[in-house]
């Protein structure tokens, strides 16, 4: 099949097609920019005309034709390779790819039309169906999963050469095998040069009977089965030319002209856009009734007859160069000050320049080279940028591609830590936002909790603050807070906490002479604040925030004391009350005494921290109180004195003294005081001055110091027989 597209001819045809027929023309207002090169590409493997070409699965292939008509050539990568044979000799044949496999329709050779239709199966040629009002070189494109075959000559016979070729419109279904007539051909046309653009069927001029050409052009469109007729567009008639049409602009290459009285072999290549029909290039060999298939922007001819009217075997290739179309965006992604573009790649590029701006005055463009992806740094996340795409090569820029907006944005920074207050068994962190968002709302924070690898608890919050509860006193938690935006979880912010609870005090009071040392340690750091109440509730010291130390003495006289000790941290409030008995244990008294008559005169000096003494005589008590002094009745005999000082602290050493008693005088034998004194019933005789003893007295001292040590022999024999002191 001779594959192509093609375009508007004259200003008529720009605008009837444009209205009714062909796709629009993708021009400049002004001459469009393109160049035409044409080449000798190689040489066929012989001479050859009247062949049908196709492209099929990246090669060329060269059916039937003038010479070796059954025979098919396959170009690939500079090489040729004989193909699966035909089943007969086939000149003049059409071919058209369909369903990735190749139709050859039509034809002739010495025996007649060739009604049938063949398919390449594998490596040889079937036979698949006859064409209804067989012809060979009919006009051959698919559409809508059926093949159509229009026209064609109908005749071999040199006389039936004059009357008009075939003019009916078939349609081939390959699903079934099956044929239909649709209708008919306004102008019934045959060698007129064509082209299926994909929408619509374009023939240029041909031959119309009775020895007359037509200069018209005749568009067919299979969508509603209509034809239009461009009457008189071409200058001249021409014959068995190639077509091609790309980007809008009808390309005729070569063919036979027939001009007023004289004809001849055309090496023009023309195009004709914006109502002009110029001369672009030259083929490198004249030909006419080549086989020729378009394959994008390259046609290439395989033979023909040359200007000798003769074959050829010059397959040329002619390379239609224009700016490249537009790229496609595929794909785009914005990141962190960065966007990401990709877009399909485009025929004829050689590279591409990305132009992107934005609102604020900014406008910028890079190119990129011969690639089809590219990331763009440096951008302001936040700010909303526009991009597009366009493609280049030596010919110039295509227009651009269609805009996609994008805002370049990351997942935020994390957030920055304000305090930790730990409560009773929980604790309480706030934060402020990210210095960064990202570009994007925050839209809250995961908390995270965990004790080692271990979840403790998780928790999703739209503030900035949370108190996370239930955690256990005194173990260690990592907590890990991440700010959130729509792009995702930033990295987190890492804290480690060990919760509290209210402080437990444990005190310890030591009694000094100096006061009430207070001693006290807590389970928690806390604050710790002293009370110290009297006995009937008023306040006497209060010490408030003890800073520094965990000791305090308090400088009070002995007595009965509650110390309260109040211990405060974010937890809460603890408060300890202890009764304290401020008392040192009392010292022994030193007693006094003094016989007289029948009475014992006991005294004692009065200690200080003593409430109450104990006096004790031969240990029966006989005197419980505070005084410090006693008189109690005795007779003859020895007696031994305790007196003990007592207080709320215990009871001290016993004040110790003994004494015998024999009626007119006393005798003291052993005693712990620091005075006894001896009183006799008779009045002892005193000198004039006081100072000289009588001689009676004289005799009761001396006997009084001889019975003393007597005395004192018999309480050492006595002790030894157990007398309690």
């Given at each position: 099949m001779k594959y192509g597209n093609m375009k508007k001819w004259t200003p008529l045809i720009l605008f009837l097609f444009s209205l009714?027929?062909?796709?629009?023309?993708?021009?400049?207002?002004?001459?469009?920019?393109?160049?035409?090169?044409?080449?000798?590409?190689?040489?066929?493997?012989?001479?050859?005309?009247?062949?049908?070409?196709?492209?099929?699965?990246?090669?060329?292939?060269?059916?039937?034709?003038?010479?070796?008509?059954?025979?098919?050539?396959?170009?690939?990568?500079?090489?040729?390779?004989?193909?699966?044979?035909?089943?007969?000799?086939?000149?003049?044949?059409?071919?058209?790819?369909?369903?990735?496999?190749?139709?050859?329709?039509?034809?002739?050779?010495?025996?007649?039309?060739?009604?049938?239709?063949?398919?390449?199966?594998?490596?040889?040629?079937?036979?698949?169906?006859?064409?209804?009002?067989?012809?060979?070189?009919?006009?051959?494109?698919v559409y809508n999963n059926a093949i159509y075959v229009i026209g064609g000559e109908n005749t071999t016979s040199p006389s039936g050469l004059y009357f008009p070729p075939s003019n009916v419109v078939r349609v081939f279904y390959p699903n079934n095998d099956s044929w239909r007539v649709i209708g008919y051909m306004p102008v019934p046309t045959y060698g007129g040069?064509?082209?299926?653009?994909?929408?619509?069927?374009?023939?240029?001029?041909?031959?119309?009977?009775?020895?007359?050409?037509?200069?018209?052009?005749?568009?067919?469109?299979?969508?509603?089965?209509?034809?239009?007729?461009?009457?008189?567009?071409?200058?001249?008639?021409?014959?068995?030319?190639?077509?091609?049409?790309?980007?809008?602009?009808?390309?005729?290459?070569?063919?036979?002209?027939?001009?007023?009285?004289?004809?001849?072999?055309?090496?023009?290549?023309?195009?004709?856009?914006?109502?002009?029909?110029?001369?672009?290039?030259?083929?490198?060999?004249?030909?006419?009734?080549?086989?020729?298939?378009?394959?994008?922007?390259?046609?290439?001819?395989?033979?023909?007859?040359?200007?000798?009217?003769?074959?050829?075997?010059?397959?040329?290739?002619?390379?239609?160069?224009?700016?490249?179309?537009?790229?496609?965006?595929?794909?785009?992604?914005?990141?962190?000050?960065?966007?990401?573009?990709?877009?399909?790649?485009?025929?004829?590029?050689?590279?591409?320049?990305?132009?992107?701006?934005?609102?604020?005055?900014?406008?910028?463009?890079?190119?990129?080279?011969?690639?089809?992806?590219?990331?763009?740094?440096?951008?302001?996340?936040?700010?909303?940028?526009?991009?597009?795409?366009?493609?280049?090569?030596?010919?110039?820029?295509?227009?651009?591609?269609?805009?996609?907006?994008?805002?370049?944005?990351?997942?935020?920074?994390?957030?920055?830590?304000?305090s930790v207050k730990y409560g009773n068994d929980n604790v309480t962190l706030s934060w402020l936002a990210p210095t960064f968002s990202g570009g994007y709302p925050i839209l809250g924070y995961y908390v995270i909790v965990k004790n080692g690898n271990s979840m403790v608890s998780s928790h999703f919050v739209n503030g900035t603050s949370v108190t996370i509860g239930n955690l256990i006193p005194n173990v260690t938690y990592n907590v890990f807070i991440y700010a959130v935006n729509k792009l995702g979880n930033s990295s987190p912010l890492v804290l480690t906490v060990i919760p509290i609870t209210k402080a437990s005090v444990f005190a310890f009071i030591t009694k000094l002479g100096s006061g009430i040392l207070v001693n006290w340690t807590t389970s928690f750091p806390a604050n710790i604040s002293l009370e110290l109440y009297s006995t009937n509730g008023s306040l006497i010291s209060q010490i408030v925030d003890v800073k520094g130390n965990n000791t305090y003495l308090f400088r009070v006289p002995q007595g009965n004391y509650t110390l309260v000790i109040i211990a405060v941290n974010s937890a809460g409030v603890s408060k300890y009350v202890y009764h304290v008995v401020y008392y040192l244990p009392p010292t022994a008294p030193q007693v006094s005494l003094v016989g007289f008559g029948n009475n014992l005169y006991i005294s004692w000096n009065d200690e200080p921290n003593v409430i109450t003494y104990l006096v004790y005589v031969n240990n029966s008590l006989v005197y419980e109180g505070p005084s410090n002094s006693v008189v109690t009745n005795i007779s003859n005999g020895t007696y031994l004195v305790k007196v003990i000082g007592v207080n709320p602290a215990g009871s001290s050493s016993p004040g110790i003294a003994v004494i015998h008693y024999t009626g007119d005088y006393v005798t003291v034998v052993k005693m712990k005081v620091v005075n006894v004194t001896i009183v006799n019933k008779i009045v002892s005789a005193v000198s004039g001055n006081g100072n000289s003893l009588s001689l009676g007295q004289s005799i009761v001292i001396i006997l009084l110091a001889v019975m003393i040590l007597l005395s004192i022999a018999i309480i050492t024999r006595n002790r030894s027989n157990g007398f309690d002191w």
């Open positions: 009714l027929l062909l796709q629009g023309i993708s021009l400049h207002a002004s001459s469009p920019s393109f160049s035409v090169s044409a080449s000798y590409l190689a040489s066929l493997p012989y001479a050859n005309s009247h062949a049908a070409v196709v492209f099929y699965q990246g090669s060329l292939y060269v059916i039937g034709g003038d010479s070796h008509s059954n025979q098919v050539w396959i170009y690939s990568n500079g090489t040729w390779n004989i193909g699966p044979s035909l089943p007969f000799n086939v000149i003049s044949p059409s071919a058209v790819v369909y369903n990735n496999t190749i139709y050859v329709i039509g034809g002739y050779n010495n025996s007649g039309i060739i009604p049938y239709v063949l398919k390449l199966n594998g490596n040889s040629w079937v036979i698949v169906s006859e064409m209804p009002l067989p012809a060979y070189s009919p006009y051959v494109f040069g064509y082209i299926f653009n994909g929408t619509s069927l374009i023939i240029v001029s041909g031959y119309i009977g009775y020895s007359a050409y037509t200069n018209d052009i005749l568009i067919y469109n299979p969508q509603n089965n209509n034809w239009t007729i461009l009457n008189g567009v071409l200058p001249y008639w021409i014959h068995d030319t190639a077509l091609a049409y790309y980007r809008g602009i009808l390309f005729i290459v070569g063919g036979y002209i027939y001009t007023a009285g004289s004809g001849g072999i055309n090496n023009a290549i023309l195009a004709y856009y914006n109502g002009n029909l110029q001369r672009v290039g030259y083929l490198p060999v004249p030909v006419y009734s080549a086989g020729y298939v378009q394959v994008g922007n390259m046609l290439y001819l395989a033979g023909g007859i040359g200007s000798s009217l003769s074959d050829v075997s010059a397959l040329q290739l002619v390379t239609f160069n224009f700016p490249p179309l537009p790229p496609k965006i595929t794909s785009y992604s914005a990141g962190n000050e960065t966007v990401t573009l990709a877009w399909s790649p485009v025929r004829l590029a050689t590279g591409y320049e990305i132009i992107y701006w934005n609102n604020m005055g900014f406008n910028n463009s890079i190119n990129v080279g011969n690639v089809t992806s590219y990331t763009i740094n440096g951008l302001k996340d936040g700010v909303t940028y526009y991009f597009e795409v366009l493609a280049y090569n030596s010919i110039g820029y295509s227009s651009p591609s269609s805009i996609v907006t994008l805002t370049p944005a990351s997942v935020p920074n994390p957030p920055q830590l304000v």
